[in-house]
């Protein structure tokens, strides 16, 4: 589904990805671990289009989309839930839902709201209700429901457990397992909470400094020393 082939990138003269590659299975959630500051988001940001790469390629579906921006890479099928939501907090839930349609191949089918509404039956209830006034885990189902409008192949996570309750993330592994076993989706998630990324993922890969120095299928993670690495 997608590969990232000894990517570079930096911001101005700090360079973070150092020739940094992995590959996401389609129908599969991958996970990327490490501790802060390594490069997790700044990888997803820069398959997204948001940052360039300097070094190296992005294949898509056996398409090199490496210099596609943001909108493009959208367009192709890869949708982005950014860390922090980013939700727009004036609008309302049903607002924030269209916009999702921006990307979509075909503006005119509308949002799949079936389908949207029985993943997160509290969208429904909450459709006209300003987003900012979303509890935290809220917004996110809300970030990724709106992510889902455009119909995408592949879905970018990043941090979606950060700052939300238990129960509300224990949730959203379960859409996550849903949307891949029903939808054939690809996911590619960063995450810190080895207990979530255990109960969703399919692949993992670990990430010091720029780089992969680990990888491998969840049968093969030594999760202990992976936990104990995070926690340094």
Known sequence: MLQVENVVAAYGQSTILWGTSLEVKAGAVTTVMGRNGVGKTTLLKTIMGVITAREGKVVFKDRD??????????????AYVP??????????????LLLGLEAAPD?????????????????KDFRKRAGGNLSGGQQQQLAIARALVSRP???????????????????IGHILQQLVQEKGLSVLLVE?????ARQVSDYYYFMDRGKM????????????????????
């Open 107 to 123: 503006r005119r089918a509308g949002i799949p709201e079936e389908e949207i509404y029985r993943l997160f039956p509290i969208l």
């Open 213 to 232: 120095i680990n990888h491998g299928s969840a049968e093969e993670m030594d999760f202990a020393s992976l936990e104990r690495h995070i926690a340094v």
């Open 153 to 171: 192949s592949l879905l970018l996570l990043d941090e979606p457990t950060e700052g939300i309750q238990p129960s509300i993330a224990q949730e």
């Open 83 to 96: 860390q922090g939501r980013e939700i727009i907090p004036k609008l309302t839930v049903y607002e924030n």
């Open 192 to 196: 810190q909470k080895i207990d979530f």
């Open 65 to 78: 989309i490496t210099a596609l921006g943001p909108a493009g890479k959208a367009k192709a099928g890869i």
